[in-house]
């Protein structure tokens, strides 16, 4: 067995679309459109099988969870960039575009070299050599 996708409800479906195209080199499908529900979503594909489905739908609530902070549930999603140069390059073009980063890159205490961002919603989102 594997995952699949891992889903997203956003408030702003084309800007979080446009994020990960742009900076994780991700494409798209078309945009599925339900009318009567109003729900819009996008499947985002990376290189592996595991896809990223980012949702829109009117009276979604917002998350009463801080992304600086850590919960109960889901709290974050890994995108392997492949090399530890490529994690600090990302790491710093995201810096510098306005992004928040809440782990700068490192070696964790299980061999990982990471870095972690907060997305346009504030989801975070590691980065993986």
């Known amino acids: 067995m594997r995952i699949d996708h891992i889903a997203i409800w956003t408030t702003n479906l084309e800007g979080l679309r446009n994020f990960y195209i742009h900076y994780f080199d991700a494409s798209s499908n078309e945009i599925y459109y339900n009318h009567s529900k109003?729900?819009?979503?996008?499947?985002?594909?990376f290189d592996g099988?595991?896809?990223?489905?980012?949702?829109?739908?009117?009276?979604?609530?917002?998350?009463?969870?801080?992304?600086l902070k850590q919960f109960v549930g889901l709290v974050h999603f890994a995108i392997k960039a492949g090399?530890?140069?490529?994690?600090?390059?990302?790491?710093?073009?995201?810096?510098?575009?306005g992004f928040k980063i809440v782990?700068?890159?490192r070696t964790t205490g299980d061999g990982n070299y990471e870095s972690v961002i907060l997305d346009p919603d504030g989801n975070r989102v590691e980065i993986l050599a």
């Open 38 to 45: 109003e729900f819009r979503s996008y499947f985002i594909s």
């Open 49 to 67: 099988d595991c896809r990223l489905e980012i949702m829109e739908m009117p009276n979604i609530p917002q998350t009463k969870n801080n992304p």
């Open 83 to 97: 090399s530890k140069v490529e994690v600090n390059r990302l790491t710093e073009v995201l810096k510098k575009d």
């Open 103 to 105: 782990g700068e890159p």
